[in-house]
């Protein structure tokens, strides 16, 4: 079992900013953070890999960031140039990579949430 904490959400204007952050209790080859807005589907906004690389869905390309520290246990996401369609509850999630599927998440943080005003 994989205990997952998430801090940084908050309440930003539009062109604001906010960092996130997940701490992992234990090292898993996949570690990623998802989205989920009122009324729509969850996203996958960015994720780490087995092979260390950050893959992002395109609607953040350039706006977004993410980066882990040095045991890959942890993943910032650094959000920038947020507008009211990033406002959602932000998920960390942790898992295997599975042969023939590639990244899967298991385990799920309780959330924060960001919210961003026009």
């Known amino acids: 079992q994989v205990q997952l904490e998430e801090s940084g959400g908050g309440s930003v204007q539009g062109g604001g900013s906010l960092r996130l952050s997940c701490v992992a209790s234990?090292?898993?080859?996949?570690l990623g953070w998802f989205r989920q807005a009122i009324g729509k589907e969850r996203e996958r906004v960015a994720f780490?890999?087995?092979?260390?690389?950050?893959t992002y869905t395109a609607s953040v390309v350039g706006r977004f960031a993410a980066s882990t520290d040095n045991a890959k246990t942890t993943l910032y996401l650094q959000m920038n140039g947020l507008n009211p369609e990033d406002t959602a509850m932000y998920y960390c999630?942790?898992?295997?990579?599975?042969?023939?599927?590639?990244?899967?998440?298991?385990?799920w943080g309780q959330g924060t949430q960001v919210t961003v005003s026009s």
């Open positions: 999630a942790a898992g295997p990579w599975v042969s023939g599927t590639g990244c899967t998440f298991d385990y």
């Open positions: 234990a090292y898993t080859s996949c």
């Open positions: 780490k890999d087995r092979f260390g690389r950050i």
